[in-house]
C-alpha cells in the first residue's frame, strides 16, 4: 500500500465475492388479530409465540445466475394456559411474513451454489426480516416480537437431512 492509502502497483486485487445482493424487498406480510379487540382486555399474561421459518431458492431466470431467496417467518401467538400442562387459549394473533432477496452468483462452483443460496443470504437479510416482524407485532398492539439470531446452518442441514430420509437431530436454533 502506498503512503496515498492506494494499493501498490504490484499488490493483487482481493478476489470478487461470488454473491451480489441485487435488491431486497418485502414479497408478502400479513398481521392478524383473530379475536380483535377482545383480546387486550383478556390477556392475564403474556402469550405463548411459537416462530416457523423457512427458506426458498428459485431461479428468476433459467440458464441465468440470478435467484429469488425468499426468507418466511411465521410467529403465532397463543393465550397462556389456563393451568399448568393444560391447553393453549385463543389465538392472540399471527404475523407472516416474507422476506425476499433477488442475488446473482457469479463464477460459483456448483457445490456451494445451494450453500450460499440457502444459508449466506438468509444470514444476511435475516436482520431486516426480524426488524419488520417486530415492527409489525409493536404496532399491532402488542410488545414486539424479537427474533434471536437463526443458525441457518443447522436449518439446511435439517432440510437435507429430511429430504434424505434421515430423521431430523438438530436442536433448537
Known sequence: MSASGTPAPDTPAPPALPLMINLQYTKDLSFEVPAGAA?????????QISVNIDV???????????????????AEADEAPQSEGGPA???????????????????????????????E??????PYARNILGDVTRDGGFPPVVLQPIDFV????????????????????
Open 56 to 74: 426458498q431458492a428459485t431461479p428468476v431466470q433459467e440458464g441465468q445466475p440470478v435467484f429469488e431467496v425468499a426468507l418466511t417467518i411465521r
Open 121 to 126: 443470504v438468509p444470514r444476511l437479510i435475516f
Open 154 to 173: 443447522a436449518l439446511w442441514q435439517a432440510r437435507r437431512s429430511q429430504e434424505a430420509g434421515f430423521p431430523q437431530t438438530v436442536g433448537n436454533a
Open 89 to 119: 387459549g385463543r389465538k392472540v394473533f399471527i404475523a407472516e411474513l416474507t422476506y425476499a432477496a433477488v442475488v446473482t452468483l457469479t463464477g460459483t462452483q456448483t457445490e456451494l451454489v445451494e450453500p450460499l443460496l440457502l444459508i
Open 39 to 47: 383480546i387486550f382486555p383478556t390477556l392475564t399474561a403474556p402469550p
